[in-house]
Nanobody
Framework: EVQLQASGGGLVQAGGSLRLSCAASGFTFDDYAIGWYRQAPGKEREGVSCISSSDGSTYYADSVKGRFTISSDNAKNTGYLQMNSLKPEDTAVYYC??????????????????WGQGTLVTVSS
């Protein structure tokens, strides 16, 4: 059974930093992706970033480009989201997801997805 454990959320002042972690276990995909989504109160879920294990290719939403950095430790099956220069509008529950990458595509295209529990990030002004 594939399981994800997300951690690292918390309360931070605007301009501050947080690092989220997403530890995956129980799968043996040759090429998998770890992604982060977020959902703020009253808003739709938004894709934030993802990374492919095979070539390290990444995706970032325009709203976080230049501020967030995604990385992964394949040996530990763990993904990280370093969030710098945080803004109040980054406040949301952040969810990690993993899945096998559709061959020949990017980390945005996955199957056999598994979602982790959310971790709350609150950025105060």
């Amino acid at each position: 059974e594939v399981q994800l454990q997300a951690s690292g959320g918390g309360l931070v002042q605007a301009g501050g930093s947080l690092r989220l972690s997403c530890a995956a276990s129980g799968f043996t995909f040759d090429d998998y992706a770890i992604g982060w989504y977020r959902q703020a109160p009253g808003k739709e879920r938004e894709g934030v970033s993802c990374i492919s294990s095979s070539d390290g290719s990444t995706y970032y939403a325009d709203s976080v480009k230049g501020r967030f950095t995604i990385s992964s430790d394949n040996a530990k099956n763990t993904g990280y989201l370093q969030m710098n220069s945080l803004k109040p509008e980054d406040t949301a529950v952040y969810y990690c997801v993993t899945g096998a990458v559709v061959a020949g595509t990017s980390c945005l295209h996955r199957y056999l997805e598994v979602w982790g529990q959310g971790t709350l990030v609150t950025v105060s002004s």
